[in-house]
Each structure stands twice: as C-alpha cells, then as structure tokens.
C-alpha cells in the first residue's frame, strides 16, 4: 500500500499531490531527500521541507544508528561473482552489495563485458555468494538487474553467449534484465530514480549498472564554465544510487571513462572522470587496462578497508574468466 503523505507535518491534499507528481510517491523517498529537491517543487518552503523531512524520517525510523546495527546490516551484505576468482578474490569474496563498484578504463578494456557478465551471473545460484544465516530465501528470490545504457553497447546476443557458456537459459537472463537506453544525462538519471518504481512494483531489482556513468554528462557539460553543474547533477545521481544500495541491498556498479592526468609526471597518468564526487561515492574503485591478447589487468585502490591490489582475468567468447 501507497504511504499517505498527507500524514505528514503541513501536508495538505494539493501539496501530496505535487510530491507525488515530483515523484516523491512515499516517505523514504522524503525521508532521504534534501531540502533543495524538495524546494525545488512549486510552492514548499524551506521550513515547510525541513519539517517534511524530518517528519518521515521519524515515520521510517531512519536516525542514528549503533555501530551493532551496522554491524547487523553489513551481515546481509551478498557478493556475486565477476567470473574470474582472481578479481573475485581482491574484492574480498566478489561484487558486494550495498556498495557502489567503480570499473574506470580506456575503450576497449572490459568495462561493458564486467558489466555483461554479472548481469549473467545474477541468474546462476553458482556464481551468487550469501550468508544464509542472515539472508532470507525472498531476498535473493528470482533477482533482477537493471542496465542502463548511455553508449549504446548492451548486447542480448552476448548476454545469450555468456549464459550459454555457464550451462544457464540466455533467455532468462534476458527476461529478468531491464535495459534502459539513456541519450542523454537527464534520461540517465530518471531511469535511476524509476528504479524505485519497478521495486515497488514487486521487481526484486538486486544489481543496478551504470555503462558509462560519466559519458553523458561528459558530452553535454563541456568547459570549465559548466563544472560546477555537472558535479552537482552527477552528485545528485550518485546519491540516487548509493540510496538503493543501501536501502534494497542491491550491487551497484558503475563504468567510468579515463582522462590523462596533466599533473602527473611520474605515477598514474590517467585518472577516472567525475572527480571527488564519484570517487567518495564509489566504495570500490578499479583502473582496467589491456594486457597480452585476451588478458586485462584490475587494480583496486581507494577502497575504505581493502589493500590496493591487481588481479589478472581474461576477456574470451566464454564471457570473463581468469
Ligand atoms: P569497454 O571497456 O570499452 O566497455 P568492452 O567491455 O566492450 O570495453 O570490451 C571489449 C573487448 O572485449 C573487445 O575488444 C574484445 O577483446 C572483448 N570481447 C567482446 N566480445 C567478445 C566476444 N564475443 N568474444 C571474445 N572477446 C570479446
Ligand atoms: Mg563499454
């Protein structure tokens, strides 16, 4: 059932219905919203959004929260695997949930093929890790992902040659992946926020890819000027996705483009695009690059309690494998 918004402090029937319209559609969404979007909507003032917020923040119970809690919520963190054990094994198990996973590289390095894969291995109980203990049965029942697509490289034909490698239904990797084609960044990040919609609706959404999270804003933010705005949309957008992380337990992950670094003499010369803004965002953070023939190498860095680390995998028509 629909949560009634006007059970909230200074809303009114008209104003629920502007929340909605805005997509505001239940109080998490207003529990985890920031005062700017919603004074964003015609006719809410400040004071009127800070009471809103806060009052369903109190009617989700959202608030501090002890470390033991944290501790609890981290048990149902799952992992799934990316194929190859060797990067499974430098992400402490594989691509964890409740966490934002980073995959930065130059054409061609694997980032659309990672991204392929796991939508494969969402629909095999084999390449699916989880605690049982702490896990309920419905919470990775019949999971589905959601890919969206800002360059145009999904492939169903590829998803079919990967599953078939596994000895899994290519078409039920299909069925249960919802593929989103964004042209532009403003349709990148209403697919994000759909995304709500579709769990609402009973799609039991457990990975969410980005591919390529920056390409967009990249084309349409050009020049210093523009900056500012891109990092506070992309900011946005990242928010969006950290929100469903956490709140459904989902995988996300994100490919990035690189740029040379100007500053670099000695060292890294490339760097992800988006700046600090998807680098906080992101837990785990990895440069591809290619290696001998079908080889590619992974590093981590920047993780919170991970070691930097390299693993090799291979990129072959069996899909990635060490
Ligand atoms: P990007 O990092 O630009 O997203 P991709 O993930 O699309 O790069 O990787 C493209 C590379 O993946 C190709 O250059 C090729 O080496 C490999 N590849 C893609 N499809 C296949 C396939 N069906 N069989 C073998 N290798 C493939
Ligand atoms: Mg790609």
Redesign the pocket.
């Known amino acids: 059932m629909a949560d009634n918004l006007t059970d909230l402090p200074g809303v009114g029937p008209s104003t629920a219905e502007k929340l909605i319209e805005a997509g505001y559609i239940d109080f998490m969404k207003i529990a985890t919203a920031t005062i700017g979007e919603l004074t964003d909507i015609e006719g809410i003032s400040e004071k009127a959004a800070a009471k809103m917020i806060m009052g369903a923040r109190e009617l989700c119970d959202l608030g501090f929260k002890s470390g033991a809690d944290l501790l609890n919520q981290r048990k149902t963190v799952w992992r799934l695997s990316t194929g190859s054990d060797e990067l499974n094994r430098i992400l402490n198990g594989g691509l964890e949930s409740q966490s934002i996973t980073e995959f930065a590289?130059?054409?061609?390095?694997?980032?659309?093929?990672?991204?392929?894969q796991a939508c494969v291995n969402l629909q095999c109980e084999d390449t699916i890790f989880v605690d049982n203990e702490w896990v309920s049965d419905e919470e990775l029942a019949n999971p589905k992902a959601v890919y969206i697509d800002t360059e145009g490289?999904f492939r169903p034909e590829?998803i079919t040659?990967m599953a078939e490698a596994l000895g899994i239904d290519g078409q039920k990797v299909l069925d249960n992946t919802f593929v989103a084609r964004a042209y532009n960044s403003d349709m990148q990040m209403l697919f994000a926020e759909k995304i709500e919609e579709l769990i609402k609706s009973g799609n039991n959404i457990k990975l969410v890819i980005v591919?390529?999270l920056t390409s967009t804003f990249r084309n349409e933010y050009t020049g210093r000027g523009k900056l500012a705005e891109r990092q506070q949309k992309l900011g946005r957008h990242m928010a969006v996705l950290n929100k469903l992380a956490d709140l459904h337990n989902c995988i996300v992950v994100i490919?990035n483009q690189v740029s040379a670094r100007p500053d670099a003499f000695f060292g890294v010369a490339e760097q992800a695009i988006g700046g600090h803004i998807v680098g906080h965002a992101a837990t785990f953070r990895f440069f591809?690059r290619k290696g001998k023939g079908?080889k590619r190498v992974a590093k981590l860095y920047d993780s919170p309690h991970l070691p930097d680390a390299e693993a090799i995998f291979r990129?072959?028509?069996k899909g990635i494998h060490d």
Request: charged share 20%; no cysteine; hydrophobic share 25%.
């Open positions: 590289g130059v054409f061609g390095s694997g980032k659309t093929q990672i991204a392929h490289t590829r040659q591919d390529s490919t591809l079908d990129i072959t028509e």
